[in-house]
């Protein structure tokens, strides 16, 4: 009889356990990835209720992009949890960071249109 009842079994279910200290670790590095979605989604919601001296049109576009921005880090931190989960316990190379690049991008195109925004 199988006890073990973890979930997901895409990753619980291949290989071994590995080192107690790297799960922990890849948990730690998906709650940072959460905590991140939710200050994007935070800050979509701010720029969106907030009265800015923004043109409405512009603050809505960024607003947009910030919530989205937060849907989609949310989506991907728990897809690279599973997949550095499945690679440890299959005892393969860990993938490489996949949403880092395109949120600095996000996050300097934001920037650069709230600030020039209010400069105007």
């Given amino acids: 009889m199988d006890t073990d009842r973890r979930w997901p ?16 670790a890849n948990e730690r590095t998906f ?15 701010a720029l969106d209720t907030l009265t ?26 728990w897809f690279k949890w599973a997949r550095a989960e499945r690679a440890m316990r299959e005892r393969t190379p860990l993938p490489a960071a996949s949403f880092a ?3 600095a991008v996000i996050v300097v195109v934001v920037g650069a249109a709230v600030l020039s925004g209010i400069l105007r």
């Fill in 9 to 24: 079994r895409s990753v619980f279910g291949v290989g071994t356990d590995p080192d107690p200290r790297l799960s922990f």
């Fill in 101 to 103: 690049a395109p949120l």
């Fill in 52 to 77: 800015l001296p923004l043109n409405h049109r512009l603050a809505q576009a960024v607003a947009a992009l910030l919530t989205l921005s937060g849907c989609v880090g949310a989506a991907s931190a």
């Fill in 31 to 45: 709650l940072a990835w959460i905590r991140t979605a939710l200050a994007l989604l935070a800050a979509g919601v």
